[in-house]
């Protein structure tokens, strides 16, 4: 097969698959008893207001009318209502919300700089942390650097975020002041204060998460090392350093950078906790306000977007996969 | 002296307990000699060849002296021992898949453990490595050099391996087990290549082998391991003519060799009838190209070929576990084994009898059923009962997790209505048919030799008494002493029991002393087939021409006289 093929078909399966959940999602979201025209029919709510606000938002139609023009205002925009009162939700629409009375599309793209910053930042840190950690404990297995890696790593696991992250903000925050508690600075607006505000959240995050990595990696170097090829390596005469950081590393990495793209993408759709602990706007804290006030427009958009950000890694950790592995590319 | 050896003894630390996996151990090799290390698994030879190359785990304790042209190596400093090693110390390993590192180009290994030694630019890293594997008689260097392991043939690789190794113009060249992963036509191409090598750069050869064939092809002189001692020391030729010790006679012996075939069996009914078999993997890799083979009741037929010529994959066809692209695989319904069994006819318990009397439903096309396996699952389930089916590796076909006698009793659970009383009786039969103390029963897997596994492995194939028993590769995984007792066993099982065999392996002479008919395959295709004497004593085709002669037998004189008369292999 043909690498254009190839990239064709993936491409091909991701819009299938996204297609798919955007059904589920609609239909899960829209099928529930609550009526969106309800909520902003205003008081006091006659009949006659009520099929008004219906029909202004579309929701006169049957569920899966809604959800073709849903499909068709991603291509071509939509507009709702007439005259004074008519809002435009220009191509690519992804919905509506009438509570916050802007088009879903901007307030994902008005968001996702926070949380993208957050999970970037906080991965790269993971990553490099548990690699490492785990590395080390693997190749002194069984030594006082093993035991204690193992066991941060177990403490790491079983932490819950939102402790370990307020705990942070108490010391370092509070009572050391080194750090701001809370809030988000654009990059554009000051880079060295947008450091600053993420110093906190990134580690919290890279440290829990670094555990699981940690362990994921102990467990595949050890593996690893067992193989002949380990051996041919030692054979002809080559720097221990060497053997571990190329000849072993190389193919721990697989598996692991499968694991971290899946993690990665979930990240990118909403630090949902890390967001609420350190009081930042981003997708999760986004979505989080649209369950509790049932703005649906909201909640479907984000989750198609945390939808497309996880397959989109996918494709990633696949295109990386093949390069580190010569086997499985075609 | 090039390698020197004195009294070396090689200890593990395990959970407190120290043990010896050499005990004084001394040899000599000197420059332009091959010297053979031969001995079962468990010998010390291994051992020893890592502990020449400092490269024995940190549990091991060694004393006593390696010297390499006059230089200690035992206590050396790491930074010495690293220079020696792919420096003055070449190593070809046994499985050349596993041996390179799979995420890795060929060139870039060959390339790197010249950088590892030598100050060269990489346009002369380039060079000398295409130069090298040429030397190694690789026809395409540029792009076995592109290449990754996964892209290359066994022999291709272990050419590749043997090019690494010599990259650095070693003193030394260690081979430990250098073709036993490999077929017999690329296994007699590496020989020859290390026997050239050897003339050509000056080297000094260990040879690690277990295989009676490889030591008479290629060694000058052999030193016998039994339990981490040395227990013969004598130049190739004295050490076949007249061995001196008894374990070295035990180990010539147990080689099977050609001579003797088994007289064909009086003509019984069709008990398995192949008929135009193709077996597609995917829509460019066809396995089996349309193959025909007839079993009569109580014959072995021999099917033999080389990695990928398509012999294993008509056993999983008839255990009903591949899917089939056209043609069919009927087993009849005979049933030759009723009474006559002799583990039946001094069954003391009379419900067992009907277990032996019952027939496979008659003329199942296992081919058609395994098209739709969970339709058929039913259908397919009453044909396998019929169907005993003995794997190469005893370790990983038995549960770990379960004791012998319920590996052995779990045929007779699925298929049969027995009671427990009479399930117990009856593995305790089929223990005793394997030569098994009843004992065994209560161990698992993992408490008991290769040997003793593959004794079970028999036993439960055996537990239903099938008129047909699918043999892969059985003894291919064990050592030779082992293997010819395995191989007696199953030769007076099959006696007594009657059953029909077909019987898969890459070992002519394993496949001479069983099989009344051979058959040889070759690319997915039958190419010869005939009475075992007419294939192996008179081959018509010249690929079977090409197998036997290929296959070292273990005898130094005749050895050389057919390496003379051998045509060149292709490769």
Not at chain 2, 138 to 145: G, K, S, V, Y
């Amino acid at each position: 097969m043909t690498t254009l093929r190839f990239l064709g078909l993936r491409l091909l399966g991701m819009a299938g698959t996204l297609l798919v959940i955007s059904v589920l999602t609609y239909a899960v979201f829209y099928l529930l008893p609550t009526d969106p025209a309800m909520l902003s029919c205003g008081k006091p709510c006659t009949p006659a207001r009520l099929a008004e606000a219906s029909a202004f938002m579309g929701y006169d139609k049957p569920w899966w009318a809604q959800y073709l023009d849903f499909l068709a205002g991603i291509v071509t925009g939509r507009h709702f209502g007439s005259g004074l009162a008519a809002v435009d939700c220009a191509a690519p629409c992804f919905g509506f919300s009438f509570r916050l009375n802007t088009p879903v599309t901007e307030l994902i793209l008005d968001r996702a700089p926070v949380t993208f910053s957050i999970a970037a930042g906080a991965a790269v840190l993971w990553l490099i942390i548990g690699v490492s950690a785990g590395v080390a404990a693997a190749v002194k297995r069984g030594t006082a650097v093993d035991r204690s890696a193992m066991l941060l790593s177990t403490v790491g696991v079983s932490a819950p975020s939102y402790l370990v992250g307020l705990l942070g903000i108490l010391l370092f925050g509070f009572t050391l002041d080194m750090v701001p508690v809370g809030g988000y600075v654009p990059f554009t607006e000051s880079p060295v204060d947008w450091l600053w505000h993420l110093v906190l959240p990134w580690t919290v995050l890279a440290l829990l998460s670094a555990a699981i990595y940690a362990r994921l990696t102990r467990g595949q170097m050890i593996e690893v090392l067992g193989e002949d090829y380990i051996r041919t390596a030692r054979a002809k005469g080559l720097r221990e350093r060497r053997v571990i950081g190329r000849h072993a590393l190389r193919n721990v990495l697989i598996p692991v950078i499968t694991v971290f793209g899946l993690d990665l993408g979930s990240l990118l759709g909403g630090a949902v906790i890390t967001e609420r602990v350190f009081s930042m706007q981003g997708l999760g804290a986004l979505l989080i306000d649209a369950v509790n006030t049932v703005d649906l427009p909201v909640i479907v958009g984000v989750t198609l977007f945390s939808a497309l950000l996880v397959i989109v890694a996918n494709f990633a950790v696949d295109l990386v996969y093949s390069a580190l592995d010569p086997r499985v590319s075609r | 002296m090039l390698l020197s050896v004195q009294d070396l003894t090689i200890s593990f630390e395990a959970g407190g307990d120290l043990s010896e996996a050499t005990r004084g151990v001394a040899f000599e090799l000197r420059r332009g000699r091959v010297l053979a290390l031969v001995g079962e698994s468990g010998s010390g030879k291994s051992v020893t060849a890592m502990a020449i190359l400092g490269l024995l785990p940190g549990t091991a304790a060694v004393r006593g002296s390696i010297t390499l042209e006059g230089e200690q190596l035992l206590g050396a400093a790491p930074d010495r021992l690293r220079e020696l090693r792919g420096g003055r110390i070449g190593t070809v390993f046994q499985e050349p898949m596993a041996a390179f590192n799979p995420v890795f180009t060929i060139g870039d290994q060959i390339g790197e453990a010249i950088r590892t030694h030598r100050r060269l630019t990489s346009a002369a890293v380039r060079e000398r490595v295409g130069d090298l594997l040429g030397t190694v008689g690789l026809d395409d260097p540029e792009r076995i050099a592109r290449s990754y392991p996964h892209q290359l043939s066994g022999g291709q690789l272990q050419r590749s391996m043997i090019a690494m190794a010599i990259s650095c113009d070693p003193v030394l060249l260690i081979a430990d087990e250098p073709t036993t992963a490999l077929d017999v036509t690329a296994q007699a191409g590496i020989l020859d290549l290390l026997r050239e090598l050897r003339g050509r750069i000056d080297t000094a050869i260990l040879l690690i082998t277990h295989d009676m064939g490889v030591v008479a092809d290629l060694a000058d002189d052999v030193v016998v391991l039994e339990n981490g001692r040395v227990v013969e020391c004598a130049p190739v030729a004295r050490l076949f003519a007249e061995p001196a010790h008894e374990y070295t006679k035990t180990l010539l012996d147990a080689v099977p060799t050609f001579g003797a075939t088994r007289p064909a069996p009086a003509a019984g009914a069709g008990i398995l009838s192949i008929r135009d078999l193709v077996v597609d993997y995917s829509s460019r890799v066809r396995a089996v190209g349309g193959v025909s083979l007839e079993i009569a009741a109580g014959e072995v037929l021999g099917l033999v070929g080389e990695s990928g010529s398509g012999k294993s994959t008509i056993g999983r066809v008839l255990a009903g576990l591949t899917p089939v692209t056209s043609g069919a695989a009927l087993v009849a319904g005979t049933s030759p084994v009723t009474s006559t069994s002799p583990v039946t006819s001094t069954s003391p318990v009379a419900g067992i009898s009907p277990v032996t009397g019952t027939s496979p439903a008659a003329g199942i096309d296992i081919a058609r059923l395994a098209r739709h396996p969970w339709r058929n699952a039913r259908a397919l389930r009453r044909a396998r009962s019929g169907i005993g089916i003995v794997f190469q590796d005893p370790a990983s076909s038995l549960n770990p997790r379960r004791t012998v006698a319920d590996s052995i009793a779990e045929p007779l659970v699925l298929h049969r209505d027995l009671t427990v009383a009479q399930q117990r009786v009856r593995v305790g039969e089929l223990l005793d048919a394997v030569q098994l103390p009843a004992a065994m029963g209560r161990r698992y897997p993992h408490e008991m030799s290769g040997g003793q596994r593959q004794r079970v492995a028999i036993a439960r194939a055996l537990a239903l008494n099938p008129p047909l028993l699918i043999a892969d590769e059985p003894t291919s995984a064990l050592d030779v002493s082992v293997q010819a007792r395995i191989l007696a066993l199953f030769r007076s099982l099959q006696d007594d029991f009657g059953f029909a065999c077909l019987f898969i392996s890459h070992d002519l002479a394993v496949v001479e002393q069983l099989a009344h008919r051979v058959a040889v395959m070759h690319r997915g295709l039958i190419v010869e087939q005939g009475s075992t004497e007419q294939v192996l004593h008179n081959p018509q085709h010249p690929y079977t021409q090409r197998l036997l002669a290929a296959i070292p037998v273990a005898d130094p004189q005749r050895q050389a006289d057919r390496r003379a008369a051998r045509v060149p292999a292709d490769h």
